[in-house]
């Protein structure tokens, strides 16, 4: 790169001219930087990792971690029921479609994903 510059003094001096503008936008615009170099390093993160291939099963998090409870609901139809309706009842009565919270225990008490 120093041969590149003796040889070429008004290439040298667009260079330095693109290196300060380039200083600039970051001292006077931090954030949009910090914002760019990072969807940059996600990216490169994102297609360098290793995939799970496309035949392995699919992992929940949420259906590991709750497996025991599962089972214990099955084993005990009434509570199941009971903590289905507290699950769909407020202060308010029933609670409207765009209000009701959804959690998982509504899911893995019909779920048969485990049987």
Known sequence: ???FMKKNPKRSKIFYKEISRLMNVVMY????CALVLSLLFFMDVEYTLF???????PFDLGFAL???LHRYLVDRPSLNTFLAAL?????????????????????????????
């Open 51 to 57: 995939m799970a291939p496309p035949s392995s099963p």
């Open 1 to 3: 790169m120093g041969n």
């Open 66 to 68: 709750t497996h025991s």
């Open 87 to 115: 699950n769909t009842v407020s202060n308010d009565g029933l609670i409207s479609s765009d209000r009701f919270l959804v959690t998982p225990l509504i899911f893995f008490c019909y779920s048969d994903m485990y049987d």
């Open 29 to 32: 615009h931090p954030i949009p």
